[in-house]
């Protein structure tokens, strides 16, 4: 008998988890990447995926990154303009070490991606959230926090962004507003942390333009990741920014210390994109992450009492629902706990202190198992309202 795998987040028996945000175990490429290993070990320069590696990266990696934004965003870079990460988390918590300093102001989105938040609280910086909309970031809002941070005194330095299929509102930046956004950027000196890690994961047409595709001269630093195409447990993502940006952050004391991040596994994902698999794979992921969104958005329409709502993503992992009047997400949370549905309260997501949402993967699960969780979470709602009357 084998023994359980082991992750990050413990799933619990009989529960519908909608708490976690994970790619489900049953999606993840084991037998390409088991291939792709066999391969790469069997080469004869396989040493050197063993190796401390180049700071950089491997360089057939870099190679397929930048053959990929060339064909697919007109985004023209060279190899030495790439920096493999350990994910983006990793690479968040490198651009914040070598871009910021004590004191500065940082913005976010209202909600943002809540561990990005655990990520910032490991910096002296002042952290200050930016509203949204139905077309992502409310830019003029943006503006006007900037100004008040110089005001004070502080020196506005970045935005940390998820401008398309946003965690967890599901929403993408509008392209007015990339535009606008950028125009700000460049005017204020204002860096841009643009966390794409959604970007290859769109069930309808094709993604918005990234930020960093968008004007390649802007002060953009993208952060790219296999995580959610591949596996999460790879560790592998990347890095790409102007030329002054990505000087700084290429020269971080750990790569001089230790070489690639994940010399290995960016080794080991360079194999599979050689193989050319990768493209076939995404295709599949797509298919079945869309089929399940509408599985989990379908059995909501059916199973929610008056009163709450949802965004319907056109890509990524989320729907971000919100709460009838009068009850919040953490008051709801012991009572879907009695229900056996497990939920991320919204004001995880909101600095300031926002509780009207739940943040509802559809990743982890198939649609039988969505459709329960959702049935699981009216009970529980219908519960709770009427425990609040």
């Known amino acids: ?95 914040l070490t070598d871009l910021t300093r004590p004191g500065d102001a940082v913005f976010v989105e209202i909600p943002t991606y809540s561990l990005a938040l655990g990520v910032l609280a490991d910096h002296p910086v002042e952290v200050n959230g930016v509203p949204m909309d139905d077309a992502g970031l409310d830019v003029d809002a943006l503006e006007e926090a900037v100004r008040r941070a ?103 004391g750990v790569l001089e210390s230790g070489g690639c991040v994940s010399q290995f596994s960016a080794s080991l994902v360079a194999a599979l994109l050689e193989a050319g698999v990768y493209d076939d794979h995404v295709v599949t992921l797509r298919r079945t992450y869309a089929a399940r969104r509408d599985a989990l958005a379908g059995a909501l329409r059916k199973e929610l009492p008056a009163g709450c709502s949802f965004t319907v993503p056109a890509g990524g992992f989320f729907l971000w629902v919100r709460l009838p009047r009068g009850l919040t997400a953490s008051k709801l949370l012991p009572v879907a706990e009695r229900h056996r549905v497990g939920l991320a309260p919204g004001h995880r997501f909101c600095i300031d202190g926002d509780d009207r949402h739940l943040r509802l993967p559809f990743s982890l699960y198939d649609a039988a198992s969505l459709a329960e969780g959702a049935r699981r979470l009216a009970a529980a709602i219908g519960e709770a309202m009427a425990g609040a009357s």
């Open 1 to 95: 008998m084998q023994p359980p795998v082991e992750t990050q987040n413990v799933l619990r028996d009989g529960f519908v988890e909608f708490a976690y945000g994970d790619p489900d175990p049953a999606v993840l490429p084991v037998e390409l990447l088991r291939e792709a290993a066999d391969r790469l070990l069997r080469r004869s320069d396989a040493a050197g995926a063993l190796a401390y590696g180049p700071d950089l990266g491997p360089r057939a990696l870099r190679d397929a990154i930048v053959a990929r934004s060339a064909e697919r965003e007109g985004l023209g870079l060279g190899a030495d303009q790439i920096l493999v990460s350990g994910g983006n988390s990793q690479a968040l918590g490198q651009v």
């Open 150 to 252: 110089r005001g004070a005194g502080r020196r506005a330095r970045l935005l940390y962004t998820v401008p398309t299929f946003h965690n967890p509102a599901g929403v993408s930046l509008a392209l007015e507003r990339r535009e606008s956004l950028l125009e700000l950027a460049r005017r204020e000196g204002l860096i841009l942390v643009e966390d794409d890690v959604y970007r290859e994961l769109v069930f309808e047409g094709q993604a918005p333009p990234a930020l960093r595709a968008l004007d390649p001269e802007a002060p953009v630093v993208r952060l790219g990741s296999f995580a959610k195409t591949l596996a999460p447990g790879l560790r592998v993502g990347w890095i790409d920014a102007p030329p002054e940006l990505f000087e700084i952050v290429s020269a971080d």
